[in-house]
């Protein structure tokens, strides 16, 4: 696959940046609201949740339970088949889905989201800053990667659309539309009708992953100017 850049675009401003400054941006944000709010009383975090080119910046609010962040990552990045799902403290340590938000996290934790104990998707979490006033919501997206630069591993010039769920694990299977109809005549695993689409998260090509339900204009292939 060629080499992806990752960007995305902050909430408050519409500004586009690159992953290694939005998480900075977003917290300058959050840090010019909470003078804002000197009545309301709570707790809210900037968390980050990744997985290679793939990212959300997630605002939450401290009130909120595990549950309700675990149905967000499902909902948005990984839920196919209703598979099981968790987070761990260092890589071991289960937290129960019931906590509170606030009884968890912490500026500096790392958390890890598994989804699926058989084709399994990881998703690193990290708790960037919290703050001194409740989130506008239980969760708020600030921000996701812009659909990555995914080209046809045949022309190299189209935007891949469908995958091979045989040539994806020889480090190509992406194909544009047209080169997919030509590749379905050399390869027995492949058919255009029945084939996974590329979207825009890390279990793309996965299990029976088709996209998610949040977020959907953000979810589908990279559109080339």
């Excluded at 500026?107 to 998707?121: A, N, P, Q, V």
């Excluded at 995958?163 to 695993?189: A, F, T, V």
């Amino acid at each position: 696959m060629n080499e992806l850049t990752s960007q995305g675009k902050c909430l408050f401003c519409d500004i586009i940046f690159d992953i290694k400054d939005i998480t900075r941006h977003l917290h300058n944000h959050l840090k010019q609201k909470a003078p804002e709010n000197p009545g309301k009383k709570g707790k809210s975090y900037l968390v980050t949740a990744g997985s290679g080119p793939y990212f959300l910046q997630l605002w939450i609010d401290g009130d909120s339970e595990l549950y309700i962040l675990d149905d967000f990552l499902r909902g948005i990045w990984v839920e196919c088949c209703d598979h099981l799902s968790a987070f761990f403290i260092n890589r071991h340590d289960e937290i129960d889905m019931e906590e509170k938000v606030s009884n968890v996290f912490h500026k500096g934790l790392k958390l890890m989201y598994e989804y699926d104990f058989g084709t399994t998707t990881r998703l690193e979490i990290k708790v960037v800053n919290e703050y001194p006033m409740p989130a506008n919501e239980s969760i708020v997206l600030l921000s996701r990667n812009e659909p990555l630069k995914i080209l046809c591993n045949k022309c190299g010039k189209k935007p891949a659309e469908v995958i091979c769920p045989d040539h994806i694990y020889r480090g190509e299977g992406y194909y544009c539309m047209n080169c997919g109809k030509k590749h379905e005549k050399e390869c027995e695993y492949f058919s255009v009708e029945e084939s996974l689409p590329v979207v825009n998260s890390p279990r793309c090509g996965e299990c029976g992953y088709t996209g998610g339900i949040i977020d959907t204009e953000r979810d589908g292939v990279y559109k080339a100017n």
